[in-house]
T-cell receptor
Framework: DGGITQSPKYLFRKEGQNVTLSCEQNLNHDAMYWYRQDPGQGLRLIYY???????QKGDIAEGYSVSREKKESFPLTVTSAQKNPTAFYLC????????????FGPGTRLTVL | RKEVEQDPGPFNVPEGATVAFNCTYSNSASQSFFWYRQDCRKEPKLLMSVYSSGNEDGRFTAQLNRASQYISLLIRDSKLSDSATYLCVVRSSGNTGKLIFGQGTTLQVKP
């Protein structure tokens, strides 16, 4: 949604390479999330961060890593240990309260060649 | 059993039709509920939150039945532009804000 940018929009990677997906927000939201979406499946949570310098594993964290050095940024690295990385990756933010909704960036479509 | 289940469809309806989507969730302690809309190859966007009392936004009506752990979305007078995938989303209990997504129901409105 407005205020959340993800880059690049499309990314191609060779097997064995690490790649970092960018997520930046100017909404001043506290929490940020990374999801992956595969065809015909719901979104699955990879990692999330509720505050700067802190993050937690989601349901499918293996083969991924994140950092949260700034409130505005939450990059996701897809490592060579991720066995099936081809997917649509979505970053989301949430203002702060557990009752608040989440807003999504436009996504990055990663393809492993 | 999936935590959030939806009929994937597709639902093919003519313009002007009324269509209803259903969703069930397994965790009775779930805190809040949403419908998101996702267009092809785009990000999900919030359509509406769902409250126990039911809520309406124009042609869209959402209902929640906590006793049956059931959520519905009704679209009246369907438009071509309503064609999309509709995601049922449930916030888990606890303070993580974690959302659980259904796989989505695809709607195709035809002229």
């Amino acid at each position: 949604d407005g205020g959340i940018t993800q880059s690049p929009k499309y990314l191609f990677r060779k097997e064995g390479q690490n790649v970092t997906l960018s997520c930046e927000q100017n909404l001043n939201h506290d929490a940020m999330y990374w999801y992956r979406q595969d065809p015909g499946q719901g979104l699955r949570l990879i990692y999330y961060s509720q505050i700067v310098n802190d993050f937690q594993k989601g349901d499918i964290a293996e083969g991924y890593s994140v950092s949260r050095e700034k409130k505005e940024s939450f990059p996701l690295t897809v490592t060579s240990a991720q066995k099936n990385p081809t997917a649509f990756y979505l970053c989301a933010t949430q203002q702060g309260s557990v009752a608040d909704t989440q807003y999504f960036g436009p996504g990055t479509r990663l393809t492993v060649l | 059993r999936k935590e959030v289940e939806q009929d994937p469809g597709p639902f093919n309806v003519p313009e002007g039709a009324t269509v209803a989507f259903n969703c069930t969730y397994s965790n009775s302690a779930s805190q809040s509920f949403f419908w998101y809309r996702q267009d092809c190859r785009k990000e999900p966007k919030l359509l509406m939150s769902v409250y126990s009392s039911g809520n309406e936004d124009g042609r869209f009506t959402a209902q929640l039945n906590r006793a049956s752990q059931y959520i519905s979305l009704l679209i009246r007078d369907s438009k071509l532009s309503d064609s999309a995938t509709y995601l049922c989303v449930v916030r888990s209990s606890g303070n993580t804000g974690k959302l659980i997504f259904g796989q989505g129901t695809t709607l195709q409105v035809k002229p």
